[in-house]
């Protein structure tokens, strides 16, 4: 960013940050898309103000205007008093800008990275000494600073981007999406980093997530959809109207995940999902709504609870897609129900043979004389779904890498649907459905080109193929977008395809590796009932996630630490194993954190 402008600031009395009936549209292909539509907001100083919102809602657009990156269409952009679309320059030159995926040079190393954004934001070389040892200390870098950017481990990627949008001390940082790919210990980290900044340097933060337990902590919440903005205010404010409304439940006799399904195809249900031991059912505003689900479960046990941030930005953009499209919204279990054993028949076939489908042995992963897997050992049973947790650089996705047969192991005993794969890899990757964190998908191909060629690529041809690929896209809801690049497609739709191209041959097993990761919560939930409904369908499924609530739908969780298995059993053993005299019932995360720390504690 040029560090001086020669147009003088066109000021308002505004001051941070103020935008004013703002449109912007983008034309792909023959599509026009609206990412914004007269929206207007200010923004408080000297805070946190979170900006969250479904895929494709326009918080990137959004960003990309204030920082002056892209031109508007219409209205007006103040920031810091001067007229965005008159001189972007002078805004580049004042605000820091931390961009998803951190804006980083890969081949560049720590120190090479920050000289670089120093020459960008114009800060004089006797200047630069004193301010990066107060981002190496505030980040904890500095024994890294001659590593590459790309050796760096997702969290350390992530203090980077955010040291390297400071370097200049500004006064207003726009932070877009920094902690999707990153553990939980990292997010925590990368907040405390935030804090420190709003309180000792007086900086304003505006801050996208698609975390909610993150927009939580903000002063002031902003919530978009399809371009607009749909409420804006303190968080207390979106969460006080649900009081009433909010339960955690069980049945005796019927499972978490069950009881989710059953719930969420009600229609008094606006929403559930498995929270610790329990299912957390947000009801409907009519009167009966609770009666009527204990009608239906007549057993059930409900037990009010606060309402939650989560639960409220659920109910919102529920009631305002049903009045946008003048219908009721299908909820996303009723969809993924819907026909959905045309997706799962004739997997299984593992599963009817009886034993563990997956099976560890002592597995080993050298890289020179690092040891990135040493020694991990377990099994996973037909129709399971078995997670892997841990910090950025544990070893989870070396270790799906070697179990998809894509990465030769260095010791140890793997077996994947039957074959070992030291001596029948490509027979073993023909059970294997493989889904990877960036989703593997090819962006200058559109929708359809993308699943003719995963579908060749599983060996489907003809008929077959094209019976195949006719099923899911119609399973998956991907019509509307089939002639669309998949490079342009929301997140949420990428997730959807990858995942679509996975089960294009019907394997037995389904590895996915952090499938979640920069998702909105709707996404998610539609995510997870269909893995829900694959694993009721004979499938088994293995998963990476930094989303701690979502370990709570697996039957059984392991926890890397530095290549090495750190604790294994079901959701409840993790949390009972995380629990100290201070928090003696902890949340996955907590739980989470308090056995990675305690890890760190005995290697220190």
């Given amino acids: 960013m040029p560090a001086t402008s020669a147009i003088m600031p066109t000021t308002s009395a505004t001051g941070l940050l103020e935008l004013k009936n703002v449109s912007k549209s983008f034309h792909l292909g023959k599509r026009r898309i609206q990412a914004l539509q007269a929206v207007s907001l200010t923004m408080q100083s000297g805070a946190v103000t979170g900006l969250i919102g479904p895929d494709g809602a326009g918080k990137t657009t959004l960003m990309r205007l204030v920082a002056g990156l892209l031109r508007h269409d219409g209205g007006e952009i103040y920031v810091l008093g001067i007229d965005v679309d008159k001189d972007p320059q002078s805004v580049q030159s004042s605000i820091g800008y931390m961009p998803q995926r951190f804006g980083l040079y890969e081949d560049l190393t720590v120190q090479e990275n920050l000289d670089l954004y120093a020459d960008l934001q114009g800060v004089l070389p006797r200047d630069r000494a004193k301010r990066y040892e107060e981002l190496m200390r505030m980040t904890n870098l500095g024994a890294f600073r001659g590593r590459l950017a790309g050796r760096l481990s997702g969290g350390m990627k992530q203090k980077l981007g955010l040291a390297c949008a400071l370097v200049r001390s500004p006064r207003l940082i726009l932070l877009d999406e920094p902690t999707v790919g990153v553990d939980p210990v990292s997010r925590r980290e990368l907040w405390a980093i935030v804090y420190r900044l709003v309180e000792n ?27 607009r903005i749909l409420h804006q205010g303190p968080p207390d404010s979106f969460s006080q109207p649900l009081a009433g409304r909010t339960f955690q439940m069980r049945v005796p006799g019927i499972t978490r995940r069950t009881l989710m399904r059953e719930l969420a195809r009600r229609p008094e249900v606006v929403d559930a999902i498995i929270i610790g031991d329990d299912v957390r059912a947000v009801l409907d505003r009519a009167p009966e709504a609770q009666k009527q689900v204990k009608g239906a479960f007549p057993d059930a046990v409900l037990e009010p609870v606060a309402p939650r941030f989560e639960d409220a930005f659920v109910d919102v953009l529920r009631s305002f897609k049903s009045e946008s499209t ?8 009723a969809a993924v129900a819907t026909g959905y054993t045309a997706i799962t028949k004739g997997v299984g076939a593992v599963a009817q043979a009886g034993g563990a489908v997956i099976e560890v042995k002592n597995l080993t992963k050298k890289f020179g004389s690092f040891y990135a897997v040493r020694d991990i050992s377990f099994s996973v049973e037909p129709g399971k779904i078995f997670g892997l947790l841990g910090a950025n650089g544990a070893g989870k996705s070396t270790t799906f890498r070697m179990l998809c047969g894509l990465l030769p192991m260095s010791g140890g005993m793997l077996r994947v649907a039957g074959y070992d794969l030291r001596t029948a890899r490509a027979a073993a990757r023909s059970r294997v459905g493989y889904m990877s964190q960036k989703f593997s998908l090819y962006g200058n191909l559109s929708v359809m080109e993308n699943l003719r060629f995963f579908s060749s690529a599983y060996g489907l041809t003809g008929r077959n193929r094209n019976r195949r690929i006719d099923e899911i896209v119609w399973k998956f809801g991907l019509g509307s977008v089939a002639d669309m690049n998949s490079g342009g497609l929301p997140l949420g739709f990428k997730q959807r395809l990858a995942l679509a191209a996975a089960l294009m041959h019907k394997p037995d097993i389904l590895f996915l590796d952090e499938p979640t990761s920069g998702v909105d919560p709707l996404a998610r939930r539609e995510f997870w009932h269909r893995i829900n409904a694959l694993a009721d369908g004979g499938v088994t499924i293995m998963v990476t996630t930094h989303f701690m609530e979502e370990a709570e739908y697996c039957d059984e969780l392991a926890i890397m630490a530095a290549g090495r298995i750190l604790a294994m059993g079901t959701p409840a053993e993790i949390r009972h194993n995380g629990a100290t005299p201070a928090n003696p019932n902890p949340t996955m995360e907590e739980a989470f954190i308090s056995l990675i720390e305690s890890s760190q504690r005995k290697a220190a």
């Fill in 201 to 227: 340097e007086g900086v304003s933060v505006l801050l996208s997530t698609a975390y909610l337990d993150e927009a939580q902590r903000c002063r002031d919440v902003v919530l978009m959809s399809e371009g």
């Fill in 326 to 333: 003048q219908a009721p919204l299908v909820h996303p279990a």
